[in-house]
């Protein structure tokens, strides 16, 4: 009984699972609408911004550079603060509530114009990364390499699903500028891809819960000590009885 309890169901490790057919079963993820720019900025996010201007000596002041080491410039970070505000140099505080990199983009340029006529600004990220917790081979914060990678990257990223860990019940926490959201989803069922949810995003927590073994003390490989140890038992106390 112990052995057989120990066995995880097959259904309950694969990916991509055909799930519309189930009797009774109601897809739960709406389509993906758009999916650039769908991350809104929040405090403590630190921005590398870039302008480009036909001005040289305005583009070594607004880019902290010379002309002389153009190709080796330091990336500035600009963070931004619990009011949603970054200082940029010269302009003061740009406020970036609610916006996402292109609205941000757009707002930095808005700030530039009585300085720059031809302003053309980049925005990025500095280092974007999510946080593991739970039945993951990976735990803590894992760096993304870009500002969005979708829920299979992630978990590859993460190191994959631990034996004993919940596949289907993945939980995120997203911040938002209401507080958090919390989204439930089902690695296993295909339906998942191009979903709204398919997609993990800056500062997200994603979570994967144990399975009761895990939580009975049952290891990874308890299923093959159990049945070992049963016979190794069962041969010792035949050849003591015989």
């Known amino acids: 009984m112990l052995y057989f309890n120990s066995c995880i169901p097959h259904r309950e490790i694969i990916y991509f699972q055909d799930l519309e057919d189930t009797k009774g079963y109601d897809n739960p993820f709406g389509e993906l609408e758009t999916v650039t720019e769908r991350y809104i900025l ?10 480009r201007t036909s001005n040289p000596q305005l583009y070594e002041f607004f880019n902290m550079t010379s ?5 080796q410039a330091t990336q500035w ?18 406020n970036l509530k609610g916006c996402t990199r292109q609205e941000a983009k757009e707002r930095i340029i808005e700030a530039l114009l009585p300085f720059l006529s031809d302003a053309q600004v980049t925005v990025r990220i500095a280092n974007p990364s999510f946080v593991a917790l739970g039945e993951f081979t990976s735990r803590g914060r894992i760096a993304m390499g870009r500002d969005q990678v979708n829920i299979f990257e992630a978990v590859a990223l993460a190191g ?3 034996p004993f860990g919940k596949k289907r019940e993945l939980t995120i926490i ?5 507080g958090s959201e919390t989204i439930v989803v089902d690695l296993t069922d295909r339906n998942l891809i191009d979903s709204d949810h398919f997609y993990i995003y800056p500062n997200d927590i994603l979570y994967i819960r144990p399975m009761r073994a895990r939580q009975w003390g049952i290891g990874e490989s308890f299923s093959f000590g159990i049945l070992t140890s049963l016979i190794a038992f069962y041969f010792t106390l035949n ?3 015989n």
Do not use: C, H, W
């Open 42 to 51: 929040q405090p403590n996010d630190a921005l590398i911004i870039r302008v």
């Open 77 to 94: 970070t600009y963070p931004i603060d619990d009011n949603y505000e970054i200082d940029f140099p010269f302009v003061g505080k740009i």
């Open 67 to 71: 002309s002389q080491n153009v190709a």
């Open 160 to 162: 994959d699903v631990r």
């Open 239 to 241: 050849a003591i009885l």
């Open 174 to 178: 997203r911040p938002t500028m209401d």
